[in-house]
């Protein structure tokens, strides 16, 4: 409550091997005493990719957001996000495709998300369901220009009338991507990646295209994931806020176009080999969820996956946050 204004600010902070951040963020949740939430962001975002992809990523900008709930269930959030992102650390012995991607690019990005929410709880779901659509148009200004979509949903079913124990409870989600570029140069740090968060037992952009003899994740313009979740308790006291999971994850990455990129050679000498096949990669195993006063944190171990040639698997993975 920024001095007494009903206005709130805050501070976040992450620093962490692979990604950090800082985003200073004003919200004002009855913007000209409506039913409209308003704010303002800026930040820097740094991701560590070496070890997993062939480059370090550095983003700068700001963000201007509105947003409207239609009633209870729906909403909608308008933005607009000016970015400066700087593609630096480049492995010397990358493809073209890579290397081509070194130094600093603006986005300019108009973007909107509409949130159709029947679920009992925004932060710990036990049923209904949720979906949710958002599009991106980059192009007005900067150096990029493409209309991104994303699909996702999520269907949450609790098991307590059968089991007794409300922490038993099944989730079945899915999300599809694409991207179509609208005539300035494409970029790969534009595009999909598959792999970590959006599916386990893989590296982040461990699944998909490849540029095989550099090993360097190229990304797709078409993504597709599935999850499906059983969550049961674990003995152990409940306050403690530890819950079980079994799971399977299922995705493909595809329409991986290489034509505006030029010639391929890695170290200058070699023709670049790509691989993007369209088969279905699957991650299944096993995790535990911790809700914590900092947040859910989440571990994962996903010993059984089924890959591609030059796909980059992952056994554990240990993450913040959230997955609907």
């Known amino acids: 409550n920024l001095v007494g204004s009903g206005i709130s600010a805050s501070i976040h902070g992450i620093l962490a091997e692979k990604r950090s951040s800082v985003n200073i963020s004003v919200t004002d949740p ?36 509105a947003g409207y709930e239609f009633n209870e269930n729906l909403r909608q959030v308008l933005s607009y996000s000016l970015v400066n992102r700087k593609v630096f650390n480049v492995y010397n012995t990358s493809s073209a495709f890579v290397l081509n991607e070194q130094g ?9 998300v509409l949130t159709l929410d029947h679920r009992d709880s925004r932060i710990a779901p036990k049923s209904g369901f949720v979906i949710e659509l958002g599009t991106d148009f980059a192009g007005a200004g900067g150096d990029v220009a493409y209309v991104r979509t994303n699909l996702s949903g999520a269907y949450y079913y609790s098991l307590e009338r059968w089991l007794g124990d409300p922490e038993w409870g099944i989730k079945i989600g899915a999300t599809a991507g694409y ?6 140069r494409e ?17 982040v952009g461990g699944a998909g295209p490849h540029e095989t003899v550099s090993g360097d994740p190229l990304g797709g313009r078409m993504i597709w994931t599935q ?8 003995p152990v006291p409940a306050d403690l806020g530890l819950t079980g999971r079994a ?12 034509k505006n990129f030029g010639s391929c050679l890695v170290n200058n000498s070699t023709p670049c080999q790509i691989a993007a096949s369209s088969a279905p990669r699957v991650g299944a195993g096993v995790g535990v969820s ?23 698997t992952q056994v554990f993975r240990f993450g913040f946050g959230t997955r609907f």
């Open 290 to 312: 911790w809700r914590t006063q900092f947040g859910l944190i989440n571990i994962d171990l996903t010993p059984f996956v089924v890959k591609q040639p030059h796909d980059q």
């Open 179 to 184: 991207l179509a570029s609208m005539g300035k």
């Open 104 to 112: 600093t690019s603006v986005l300019s990005q108009f973007s909107q």
């Open 30 to 65: 009855y913007f000209l005493d409506r039913n409209l939430v308003a704010g303002a962001d800026i930040f820097l975002i740094q991701t560590n990719y070496l070890g997993t992809q062939a480059y370090d990523e550095r983003r700068a900008g700001f963000a201007l957001r």
């Open 247 to 258: 799971f399977v994850d299922v995705g493909g990455l595809t329409n991986a176009d290489f």
């Open 187 to 203: 970029r790969i740090i534009g595009r999909f990646f598959l792999g970590g968060e959006n599916l386990r037992g893989f590296q």
């Open 227 to 234: 999850t499906s979740e059983l969550r049961f308790p674990l």
